[in-house]
């Protein structure tokens, strides 16, 4: 065997069979030390947001000469980007002003990735759009398409190294987009580092909504007892200006004890699907409408507890949003209650939030007939002089008188001070027709 050959081969085979070689000259590929040259085109998608703006990008590289391991994005200060995501795309890493993209294997021929993150803009005025260039590339090409997001739309604008276009020029992705307010600017067949900028000029619309109903706040007390009773004290601090009820739909099996409107007692009706409806105060016209208390007590039965398990506790059901919830929990002291992951959360136990809750709206017959019972006691005492105790009759009779309504109305249910282990739990934006529900873990201390 010559001893000038360079590399050798072994074949293996059995017998009566045929070896076939074949060769060529090899060709030394030398592209990975050539100087890089790429081109590519950028097309972003920028939302104008009323806090955050969303940016997305697409970005095609096409390798002229070389390969490429890598490529770098110059990026805007304070541009926070979220992914980066490719079939090629092995990492990347941000800093302040540039991301440096690397790949799997050097590209030597095309690559496309895309890039998503958001950046804090001013809410209107003039407003510089955010672009991301390919720097060091021979030719860049591409687009912007800047959309208001909310309320607004786009005055002026002011570009360089861009002409305005039909959203249809930037590909199908933002030709799919349907929004009123969405303006399109094609790059210029420049340089990665030539200059470029857009900035537009964005006017914001107040939006004059107008209220029809909702719950400013929900505040429920609920007392668990060990063999599966379970009585509720729900009071809601409603606004309104058309509506004419509030439609509640309580835990299946639950029975109302109890049922009050801006501190009077109503009888509730019932709609074609079961639910039962409270009647509402209405605003007057042209008059801010103000939260008012609507209050209803009912008992459920669950199961009896044992030495550990967990309870559900099912509320009612609202035909309206609630903007914040609280519910204080108070069971028996010989076992200790934690609160399974859910909507609800364990926090402080603080005073309503709304007035409405705080304060009564009016005195009700309930509270006068307290009164009357209180001061005849200390008239009987001689603490209190006949005077107070006959003023205090008078207002307990013209109250009763105003209140009386046609058919029964539930008992008036109070709802007991027992001050024992309890918990507070919170929750926030409760959608029109979702049941809130809170699943509790207990077990016996003692």
């Known amino acids: 065997m010559p001893d000038f050959c360079a590399n050798s081969l072994s074949a293996y085979g059995s017998a009566n069979t045929n070896l076939s070689l074949s060769w060529r000259q090899k060709k030394e590929d030398n592209r990975g030390a050539q100087p890089l040259r790429l081109r590519g085109s950028v097309t972003e998608v920028v939302g104008l947001g009323e806090e955050s703006s969303p940016v997305s990008a697409e970005v095609h590289l096409e390798v002229v000469q070389g390969r490429a391991s890598l490529v770098v994005l110059a990026v805007p200060a304070g541009f926070a980007i979220h992914e980066v995501a490719g079939p090629l795309v092995a990492d990347w890493e941000a800093s302040q002003s540039a991301l440096r993209v690397s790949f799997l294997e050097a590209v030597d021929k095309a690559a496309a990735f895309t890039v998503s993150g958001e950046m804090r803009l001013p809410r209107a005025g003039r407003i510089d759009v955010p672009l991301l260039r390919l720097a060091g590339a021979e030719r860049e090409t591409g687009g912007v398409a800047v959309e208001v997001l909310g309320s607004g739309e786009i ?6 190294g861009l002409q305005a276009a039909d959203p249809s020029d930037l590909g199908p992705s933002i030709a799919r987009r349907d929004s009123p307010t969405l303006s399109a600017f094609r790059f210029l067949p420049l340089g990665g580092d030539a200059g470029r900028r857009l900035s537009v000029h964005v006017t914001r619309f107040d939006s004059q909504g107008a209220l029809v109903a909702i719950v400013d706040e929900a505040r429920y007390r609920v007392l668990l007892t060990e063999d599966g009773k379970t009585l509720v004290e729900a009071r809601y601090a409603v606004r309104n200006n058309q509506r004419s009820f509030l439609g509640m739909a309580l835990p299946p099996g639950a029975v109302l004890w109890s049922a009050r409107v801006q501190g009077r007692p109503v009888r509730p009706g019932q709609s074609a699907e079961g639910a039962m409806l409270l009647p ?28 550990k398990g967990t309870s559900r506790l099912p509320l009612p059901t609202l035909d309206l949003p609630v903007t914040r919830t609280g519910v204080t929990v108070e069971h028996s002291p010989r076992f200790r209650m934690d609160l399974s992951p859910g909507t609800f959360r364990i ?20 509270d006068v007939d307290a009164k009357v019972a209180a001061a005849k006691d200390k008239s009987e005492a001689g603490a209190q002089s006949s005077k107070e105790l006959d003023d205090l009759i008078g207002r307990f009779q013209r109250v009763n008188r105003g209140s009386r309504l046609a058919g029964l109305l539930p008992v008036e249910v109070r709802y007991p001070a027992l001050g024992g282990p309890s918990l507070f739990l919170a929750a926030e934006l409760t959608p029109e027709n979702v049941r809130p529900d809170v699943a509790l873990a207990y077990k016996r201390t003692n």
């Open 280 to 307: 509402l105060v209405k605003a007057r016209v042209a008059e801010e409408s103000h939260a008012f208390p609507v209050e209803v007590v009912y008992v459920d039965r669950g199961s009896r507890w044992t030495e």
């Open 155 to 160: 005055d002026s604008e002011e570009r360089v």
């Open 347 to 366: 926090a402080p136990d603080e005073a309503p939030f709304s007035i409405a809750l705080r304060e009564g709206a009016e005195e009700s017959p309930s």
